[in-house]
């Protein structure tokens, strides 16, 4: 199975700051790469699809970007919305597809 | 508009099997390329991706837990079920159905989730 790793495992940031999170695959998933922002006790929400394509409804301060093995998710300007803990999900065609063990982003 | 809705028993005890109902409306699991996955969630864990039913009836398993998992249409044409044999206690935890859109292995559309112990 691919592996993901995600960094850092927990930010606190400012509101307004830019915002930054990495996700890297074990092995090359071209732009096989969805993004998720998942609030405590509910369910994740599809934020970004296919490494860089948002999500129809989602804000434009959120986007992703990368390809093979190494991707970001950016919040350009945070806001205490924001407040969640975001995952990564490769679905590369012939592998199952896995998720990143997640990052919690924080208001200072 | 596409929801989800997972049921099913919330406390189940070691080695019994673990039977989930997905419900679902505004799309129909005979459009091409559509799909409905199962996704389970430990108590402050990621995120497992454990099943998927696809529209034409072929199934993807997690190959961790292929043994135990059966996944099939339910009795009504808006359901999918999903069983999963010998639960043990590290099976506990947060179930999600989500919705597949064509062409793709994300999950655009959500169920609220459905939280299992499996406890004695």
């Known amino acids: 199975d691919i592996q993901m790793t995600q960094s850092p495992s927990t930010l606190s940031a400012s509101v307004g700051d830019r915002v930054i999170i990495t996700c890297r695959a074990s092995?090359?998933?071209?732009?096989?790469l969805a993004w998720y922002q998942q609030k405590p006790g509910k369910a994740p929400k599809l934020l970004i699809y296919?490494?860089?394509t948002l999500q129809s409804g989602v804000p434009s301060r959120f986007s992703g970007s990368g390809s093979g093995t190494h991707f970001t998710l950016t919040i350009s300007s945070l806001q205490p919305d924001d407040c969640a803990t975001y995952y990564c999900q490769q679905y590369e065609t012939f592998s199952p597809c896995t998720f990143g063990p997640g990052t919690k982003v924080e208001i200072k | 508009q596409i929801t989800l809705k997972e049921s099913g028993p919330t406390l189940v005890k070691p080695t019994q099997t673990l039977r989930l109902t997905c419900a679902f409306s505004g799309f129909s699991l005979t459009t091409n390329g559509v799909g409905v996955a199962w996704i389970r969630q430990p108590p402050g864990k990621a995120l497992e991706w454990l099943a998927l039913?696809?529209?034409?009836?072929?199934?993807r398993f997690s190959p961790s837990l292929r043994n135990r998992l059966t996944v099939n249409k339910g009795s009504s044409r808006n359901q999918v079920v999903l069983t999963m044999t010998d639960m043990d206690p590290a099976d506990s935890g947060t179930y999600f159905c989500?919705?597949?859109?064509?062409?793709?292995?994300?999950?655009?559309?959500w169920g609220q989730g459905l939280q299992v112990t499996v406890s004695a």
């Open positions: 092995q090359s998933i071209s732009s096989w």
């Open positions: 296919k490494a860089s």
């Open positions: 039913l696809y529209w034409d009836g072929d199934k």
């Open positions: 989500a919705h597949r859109p064509l062409g793709a292995f994300y999950f655009d559309f």
